[in-house]
Each structure stands twice: as structure tokens, then as C-alpha cells.
């Protein structure tokens, strides 16, 4: 019994120290493959690189300077505009804004302020303030939450005395050789104020209401009114100083039968003027038709007054001839000079004037009444003949050098179309009575461009017309 145990515990021990020895002998044998520096590697990692100096970014080049109102002009965001995808990108790379934009956390109050050059001179300076208020349930019932203030500056001019008119007309001294004299014997007529008044409540009014004001060119207009009294003949004259704006209204049956058809259709062309006579043919005026078409679509769209004001022109257009802008001399005064009680040098229509025009003066009479807001305007024939370049579209004069002296109570006893011959001679002769021209004054005569009606026609008309009623 003892033996065999001895036998088979030696026999274990020899199996179990070749299995050990297998195992030595094989991983003596992995020492010699690529094994065991794989796992040396993964334990232990190489040391990262030593870094790299990044290299500089080219500079960028520099822009050129932009000017001072352009950088005005321009709108900077507070906060980064929208991202949209560039078509092509260059070297550098384009530094984009962050990608969604970023909201802004608050809104700030502030001033805002603006100019801005609007049409016909006008200068607009805008400001805007906001300020923190409350919430938008609370606010919205508030009045001066969202309120407009309107503040328009305007340097009211004064009028224009002796040598200060030479400011508009240098001239003058050597046209009238008694220019000094006639200054001294002049004052501010109360019409200047009134005009310029006048001016004033439409403004205001019209800066209430945010309408369109009046611009530039027709409220720096008139440069002065004034009233003289020539010390020797005591002739009196409405010395008006303004520029010179076109007119081309009127219309005549008796001396024009036909007028273009853009006239005859045109809602804006005014067929009848202040001066005025009774028709002495029988031949319609060229208008007469197109005011009864207008009067029945006006009553036909139920609009009576403008049906009622349409009645009234047909029936002066029926009974009355009217001076042509386009063939005669004549000048417009302002409805202001009607206003007050100083009649001996109020205007009525048919009066001569002289219009002086740098060295030059021309005939004319008063034809027309226009606004009480504005001075400075002729018709288009006179227009023409002080400025040739002169249409209804572009005034012959814009600066204050055109002087209106106005001979009032010079009327004809009867009126009717301008006798030109006449209108020559009597202003001549009216412009010795005070005075003259000088000798480098140029008097520019007019001429009739149309042929007047023959006096014997009215008679016979009236005479048939009269024996017909009876």
C-alpha cells in the first residue's frame, strides 16, 4: 500500500513540471515577435510633439479713407447682420459672423437725429428720441407716447429800401437816372407785410395739418413793395422787386378761334383772366366746349359746386374775350394789393407797368390777379421776351431782379385787346414822369403777334341781337 501511493504522487510531480516548463519555453519564444512592444507601446505612450509657432496673418491692406458725409451717412448695426452663404470664398479665409445670430438682450433708448435735403430746397432735420416707458398695454393709452413735434425754422426777411435794392439789380441807378431820388421819396408799403403774413398762416397751417409747404423759391420771392410819389409830378408808383414765374393762362375767341387740343383738354389751364372785355364777335371761344362737357360729368357725378363753378366760366366764356399769356404783355399782382384801404396805389387791371430787367424794360399792363402768398409773375409772352429760353415749365428769372414799377390809376377808359402802339407810348411816357431812363437803358418795344377784330363787327352784332330781343 505504501509503494503505490509513493508511485503515482512522483508520477504527478512529473507531468505537472513538464506543463510548466511547455509554457516557459513558449513565452521564451514571444520574446523574439512583435507582440510584446505592441503592449510595451500601449502602456506606455510616446511623448506629444514639441509645438509649433503658428505663422503670422498677412496684414491686411489698407482701405482708403471715405469722406466725412459718407461716414455720417452710414447705418451701424449694434448687432451682427443675418448669415447668408458667400458665393466664392478667397485666400485668407473670410472671418464670418457667428452662425445663428445672436438675439439682443435689450433694446436701449436714445436720440436719434437726421438731415436731409428734400425737393425745391427744402431742408429737413429730423429727430427722434426714444425713451424708457412702461409696458406696450400701459403705454399705448398714453398721448405723448408716440408723438410728433414738428419745429420748422424760417428767417423772416424785411423790405428791401434804397440802395439795398441794388443787392437784386445793380443796374438800377443807370436805367432810372433819378433811382436815388425816387428812393427817398419812397416807404414800406403795408402790402409787404400783408404778403408776407400771408405767407406765415400758410405755413403754419399747413405744418399743422403736415401738407406740402410752401417751398423755397416762392416765400424768399418778393424783395420788397414799395410806394413812391415822384416829387415833381407827383405820379404815383407800386414799386414790386421779385423774380419772374410764367403764366400762361386766357383764352379769346375773337382773335384765337382755335387753341391746341392739349389746352382744350387740360383740366389745369385757367380760359379767363382778371382783365377782361365784352365779346365783339361771333365766333365761340375754343374752349366754350370742353367746359359743357366738364359741367355734365361734374353733374352727372353729383359734384354741384365744382358744377356751379363750371356755370360761371361757361357764362364769361359766352360773353367775354380774355388776354392770351401766349401773345400778350401783361404782369400778375397778388390779391393782397385788394386788401386795406390805400387805394391810391392799389392796381386794378389795365394799368401800365414797366418791367426792368437788368438794362432792359418792357411794356406792359396789370392782366391778372394770382395768390395772396406770392409775387413774380408774367405771362408767357413777356416771359419769352426777357428769357427766350423761358416755358410754362422753366421761369425766366429766379433770383429777385426783376422790378415791377406799376403805374396805378393809368387804366384805358375802355377795355379791351392791348393796343400796342399805345402801350409803347404811354409807358414812355409815364417813365418821363418820373424821371426817364438813362442812355444805356434798352426799351424793348412789343408788337401785336395777332390781328385784332375790326371795331365795325361789335356794332352790327349788338344791333341784330338787340332787334331780335325786341
Known amino acids: 500500500m505504501s509503494w503505490k501511493k509513493t508511485r ?10 513538464l506543463g510548466l516548463l511547455a509554457v516557459l519555453a513558449m513565452a521564451a519564444a514571444s520574446l523574439f515577435t512583435p507582440y510584446p512592444a505592441e503592449l510595451v507601446r500601449a502602456f506606455n505612450p510616446p511623448p506629444p510633439p514639441p509645438p509649433v509657432a503658428p505663422k503670422p496673418k498677412p496684414k491686411p491692406k489698407p482701405r482708403p479713407e471715405k469722406p466725412e458725409a459718407q461716414k455720417q451717412a452710414e447705418f451701424v448695426l449694434e448687432h451682427p447682420a443675418p448669415w447668408s452663404p458667400e458665393s466664392a470664398f478667397a485666400m485668407p479665409a473670410v472671418n464670418l459672423p457667428n452662425f445663428p445670430p445672436a438675439l439682443p438682450e435689450s433694446v436701449e433708448p436714445g436720440n436719434y437725429e437726421h438731415v436731409n435735403n428734400l425737393t425745391r430746397g427744402l431742408n429737413n432735420r429730423s429727430n427722434v428720441h426714444f425713451r424708457a416707458g412702461s409696458t406696450a398695454a400701459q403705454d399705448r393709452v398714453k398721448k405723448d407716447a408716440y408723438q410728433v413735434r414738428v419745429s420748422l425754422n424760417v428767417l423772416l426777411p424785411k423790405a428791401a429800401e434804397g440802395d439795398a435794392l441794388l443787392h437784386a439789380n445793380p443796374q438800377l441807378p443807370r436805367v432810372l437816372p433819378r433811382f436815388t431820388e425816387l428812393m ?18 400758410r405755413i403754419r397751417k399747413n405744418t399743422a395739418l403736415l401738407a406740402q409747404l410752401l417751398d423755397r423759391h416762392n416765400f424768399y420771392d418778393t424783395d420788397t413793395i414799395l410806394e413812391i410819389e415822384a416829387p415833381e409830378s407827383h405820379r404815383r408808383v407800386l414799386w414790386i422787386q421779385a423774380d419772374m414765374d410764367v403764366v400762361s393762362d386766357g383764352s379769346d375767341g375773337d382773335r384765337l378761334p382755335t387753341m391746341p387740343e392739349k389746352i382744350r383738354k387740360s383740366d389745369h389751364y385757367q380760359p379767363t383772366t382778371s382783365y377782361r372785355w365784352k365779346k365783339r364777335t361771333k365766333t365761340p371761344n375754343p374752349l366754350l366746349a370742353g367746359w359743357k362737357e366738364r359741367q355734365a360729368r361734374y353733374r352727372k357725378q353729383g359734384k ?3 358744377a356751379q363753378n363750371a356755370a360761371r366760366v361757361i357764362a364769361d366764356l359766352e360773353n367775354s374775350s380774355f388776354l392770351l399769356a401766349e401773345y400778350d404783355s401783361f404782369i400778375v399782382a397778388p390779391l393782397t394789393v385788394k386788401e386795406g384801404k390805400n387805394a391810391a396805389y392799389r392796381p386794378v387791371p389795365g394799368d401800365y407797368a414797366a418791367v426792368v430787367v437788368g438794362k432792359r424794360v418792357f411794356p406792359a399792363i396789370v392782366g391778372d390777379f394770382g395768390p395772396r402768398f406770392k409775387t413774380g409773375e408774367a405771362s408767357l409772352r413777356l416771359s419769352k421776351a426777357v428769357n427766350p429760353k423761358a416755358t410754362t415749365y422753366a421761369r425766366p428769372v429766379s433770383d429777385l431782379g426783376v422790378s415791377y414799377i406799376i ?7 375802355e377795355n379791351g385787346p392791348i393796343d400796342y402802339e399805345r402801350l409803347n407810348a404811354r409807358v414812355r411816357e409815364l417813365l418821363d414822369e418820373i424821371g426817364g431812363i438813362g442812355p444805356d437803358a434798352e426799351f424793348v418795344e412789343m408788337k401785336d403777334l395777332l390781328p385784332q377784330p375790326e371795331k365795325k ?6 344791333e341784330s341781337s338787340a332787334s331780335a330781343s325786341a
Do not use: D, I
Open 8 to 17: 503515482r504522487k512522483g508520477r504527478a510531480l512529473t507531468w505537472f513540471k
Open 184 to 201: 427817398q421819396h419812397a416807404k414800406v408799403s403795408p402790402w409787404f407785410h400783408s404778403l408776407y403774413l400771408h405767407k406765415q398762416n
Open 304 to 306: 354741384k359746386e365744382a
Open 407 to 413: 403805374f396805378p390809376g393809368t387804366k384805358e377808359p
Open 457 to 462: 363787327e361789335p356794332v352790327a352784332v349788338e
